[in-house]
């Protein structure tokens, strides 16, 4: 080949092009016989494919991380986070009218009860009627002032003063005080069916209170309790919400510097009250400067004057149970000492209109005052014509009736010449409760009025017995009577004491959280009970299967006896005493008559621990019930302890 081909073949194979039309790369590694055309750029192709894969992997992860995050900040939030709902004030009030008045009285939010417990729908708290701001009248007697009495038999309602009774009737601008006519410029009662409201300014000229009112909704904020509260001021502007917690609704909202009412500690979050009605929680943190303050108002409250002797009260109950009776008072004061007071049992309710019988004897009231004793005529609701719950219900409620009665009781008093009422009412239901507590008002005045001792007889505080409201007799009558017997009766299911010392301890020291020293006498018995169990049937425990009495596996029977009468049963039959450090009574047992005879002894011994406890209360008195069943020797042992 010449030179020009030679060369030619040369560029050739220097310029020679891959299979693809690319030139070979100069620098490319022996592939060791492979096409280093072929594998070399496919790999690097991968590499970078990889890489991007890689990089849309990353930025998935980071995108998910991102919007976990961000789930868990809603979650957070929606879980810690403060919440901007706002509470239904109407639901919060309880209103349900354009004419309602939601009512916060001292601090406290009055809603309306389910319903009025026979059937029918509750009256709400307040009412607006013609532009007129009025309360419902148990709110008033149950949070203001308990003296506003309403008495929907009559439509009638009573404030009684110490001189004698506002009265008002329904409907009405007029009224009288202690007859006296007057009128105002609104109307003072409303009716709407057996609900009565009363007007906020004529509550308040008989009341230590004081109001404002307020819109958005329409409430009244009412304060009638004075004394020592607890206040602070707001550190920042924040919110008053319903209950404690960043989620409860929000009620208000509360600026800084406003002044609220401290209510409860609950740590993180504080119970307020606003100014303006609003009663929730703001946090603790929220509140500075909290501090006790005596807040008080300018009020003259009508004060009921008493009849006080000043001696040491010592009265004996004698049971006049027929006209006969009462001429044997020489005989059984014959052995007494030291006695200063004498209570027949001689006035009774006769029938459900309000009149009233009588036992009394003008001679009885002459000799007592001969033989140097006062003489308290008791007025009682049993063993007359009437002896029922019932019944004495369907007098006291209407006042037509009390009135009735107490003038009969009160014009027989005087015409028999005697130094005082004792008032004994047994048979006093919750529901006749308020009607007793007026019953007790009305009969205080005309007392006062005509110079007679009045005094009420009460059981030993329970629960079951707190409508007879001590605080309110300790108020309006002139000595208090604890009866400090009866803890066990003829009707309990086991048998025990008729009065343990520390029954009649507990009642005298609940009984003095209400009424005064000064007018309290505590009453002890010169009696007992002789109790006779058996065990019961397999026949009378079914019978009784499902009720209280088929806890008690033994039944009972029992009689009272006198004081002689009692060591008289323990002697005959043979039984040893022991003293009993629990009761503080002389105690026996025996068999016979196929049971077991129990008895708990009011003896000297007895009697003595009890007048310890007279004594070192410094009360008004002893009374004891009743004359006639006492061993003599009593009467000196009281003149020891009460002179």
């Known amino acids: 080949m010449d030179e020009r081909g030679r060369k030619g073949a040369r560029r050739r194979r220097t310029g020679a092009k891959d299979v693809r039309g690319k030139r070979p790369d100069r620098n490319a590694q022996d592939t060791g016989g492979r096409n280093p055309g072929v594998n070399g750029p496919r790999k690097k192709k991968s590499s970078r494919a990889k890489r991007q894969r890689r990089n849309m992997f990353l930025r998935f992860l980071i995108a998910a991380v991102l919007i976990i995050a961000a789930a868990g900040i809603v979650v957070a939030w929606y879980k810690y986070g403060s919440s901007n709902e706002k509470a239904d004030l109407e639901r919060y009030y309880g209103l349900d009218s354009e004419d309602g008045l939601a009512v916060v009285i001292n601090d406290q939010v009055i809603r309306a009860e389910e319903d009025a417990g026979d059937g029918q729908e509750a009256p709400v708290p307040g009412k607006i009627f013609d532009g007129e701001y009025y309360l419902e009248y148990s709110v008033v007697r149950d949070y203001i002032n308990k003296r506003f009495y309403w008495d929907p038999n009559e439509s009638v309602m009573l404030y009684t003063l110490p001189g004698g009774s506002v009265t008002v009737q329904a409907d009405s601008s007029d009224y009288t005080v202690i007859g006296e006519s007057r009128s105002e410029e609104y109307v003072i009662l409303r009716t709407e069916g057996t609900a009565a409201y009363i007007a906020l300014p004529f509550i308040q000229a008989y009341t230590n209170m004081e109001y404002s009112v307020y819109d958005t909704p329409n409430r009244v904020v009412v304060t009638s309790k004075w004394g020592e509260i607890e206040t602070a001021q707001i550190r920042h502007d924040t919110q008053v919400r319903y209950q404690g917690g960043v989620k409860s609704p929000i009620l208000t909202e509360v600026s800084k510097s406003d002044k609220v009412t401290v209510l409860e500690d609950e740590d993180d979050w504080m119970k307020v009250a606003t100014e303006d009605g609003f009663v929730g929680y703001v946090k603790t943190n929220a509140l500075k400067n909290i501090k006790t303050e005596t807040v008080s108002r ?82 009682r609701d049993f063993h007359g014509g009437i002896n029922s719950y019932d019944e004495t219900y369907q007098v006291l409620s209407y006042t037509s009736k009390r009135t009735r009665l107490i003038d009969q009781t009160v014009a027989a008093a005087l015409e028999l010449g005697v130094d005082g009422i004792n008032l004994d009412f047994e048979l006093i239901s919750t529901q006749c409760g308020e009607h007793y507590v007026q019953f007790v008002r009305e009969l205080s005045v005309r007392c006062r009025q005509n110079g007679l001792v009045f005094s009420v007889d009460d059981y030993v505080p329970q629960p079951y017995n707190e409508h007879y409201d001590l605080e309110e007799q300790g108020a309006v009558a002139d000595y208090v009577i604890l009866m400090g017997y009866d803890e066990h009766t003829d009707s309990s299911y086991e048998a025990g004491s008729v009065a343990s010392l520390g029954y009649l301890e507990d009642g005298i020291t609940d009984a003095l959280e209400k009424v005064p020293e000064t007018k309290f006498i505590a009453a002890v018995p010169f009696y007992t009970r002789l109790w006779f169990e058996t065990p019961k049937t397999e026949d009378e425990l079914a019978a009784e299967a499902g009720t209280e009495a088929a806890s008690y596996p033994d039944k009972i029977s029992s009689e009272a006896l006198g004081m002689d009468e009692a060591q008289e049963a323990v002697a005959n039959a043979g039984a040893q005493v022991q003293w009993d450090d629990r009761t503080k009574q002389n105690y026996a047992e025996w068999e016979a008559d196929g049971g077991t005879y129990k008895i708990w002894l009011e003896d000297n011994q007895s009697l003595e621990e009890k007048l310890k406890v007279i004594r070192d209360n410094q009360l008004a008195g002893v009374a004891e019930w009743r004359l006639g069943w006492e061993n003599p020797s009593v009467w000196s042992l009281i003149l020891q302890y009460i002179s």
């Open 298 to 379: 300018d009020f003259v409250e009508p004060e009921y004057t008493n009849i006080s002797k000043d001696y040491t009260i010592n009265m004996a109950w004698h049971n006049v149970s027929n006209a006969d009776a009462n001429n044997y008072l020489s005989e059984m004061l014959a052995d007494t000492e030291g006695l200063t007071t004498i209570a027949p049992t001689w006035f009774s309710i006769a029938d459900t209109e309000g009149n009233m019988t009588s036992l009394g004897s003008a001679d009885y009231v002459n000799y007592a005052h001969q033989s140097g004793l006062e003489v308290w005529a008791v007025l």
